[in-house]
């Protein structure tokens, strides 16, 4: 063999080699950019999701909120309708007149009098408008005197004079009681188709 021939053989072994080197590289360089390309593809994926969880979750909180400031208006709107019922009851009480607020006048008395021992002395104030109505019902009885006005709507408050015990037993005190004990259903009658 003849030195030529090995040379030969060498350099065509190198190409052989370096063809081989390359392929190998080619391919490994094939395989590292599909990887990548995978991995871009996930990451893109799971940012995109990301996205749409994070677009979700806001339109939920807005919804939401939107729903609450809906239900405070409504709550708002149903206190003031509820306040302007209020009002107009309150209205009709105070311009209550003739016999039916001496009727009602003289039953709050009569109710009142009755927490307070049979021989104690009474002092009887009320609405300044009814000054004349409540020193009538106080000349029909002995035990009790006109002592003056009471900031109300109507109705009676009875001190004793010996206890210093009060009973207010004014229309507002009343309404009071009533309105709290019937809130539920008049809020119910009025807002029936909500």
């Known amino acids: 063999m003849s030195l030529d021939t090995v040379e030969e053989d060498i350099r065509d072994e190198a190409r052989a080699r370096a063809e081989e080197i390359i392929s190998d590289a080619e391919s490994r360089a094939a395989d590292i950019v599909a990887e990548a390309e995978a991995d871009a593809e996930e990451i893109r994926a799971d940012r995109e999701t990301a996205v749409e969880r994070t677009v979700e979750q806001e339109r939920e909180q807005r919804l939401s909120s939107a729903k609450l400031e809906a239900k405070q208006a409504r709550l708002e709107a149903r206190r003031d309708v509820l306040e302007t019922v209020r009002d107009e009851v309150e209205w009709e009480i105070a311009s209550l007149s003739g016999d039916t607020r001496a009727e009602l006048t003289r039953a709050l008395l009569e109710a009142a009098e009755a927490e307070f ?36 709507l109507g109705g009676v408050v009875v001190e004793s004079t010996g206890s210093r015990i009060r009973v207010n037993n004014t229309f507002d005190s009343v309404l009071e009681d009533v309105w709290e004990d019937n809130l539920r259903d008049v809020s119910d009658r009025l807002f029936e188709d909500q």
Not at 118 to 133: H, K, M, N, V
């Open 117 to 152: 021992d049979e021989d104690a002395s009474l002092e009887l104030y009320g609405r300044a408008e009814d000054a004349d109505l409540l020193e009538s019902i106080a000349a029909e009885n002995d035990r009790v005197e006109y002592a003056g006005d009471y900031d109300c």
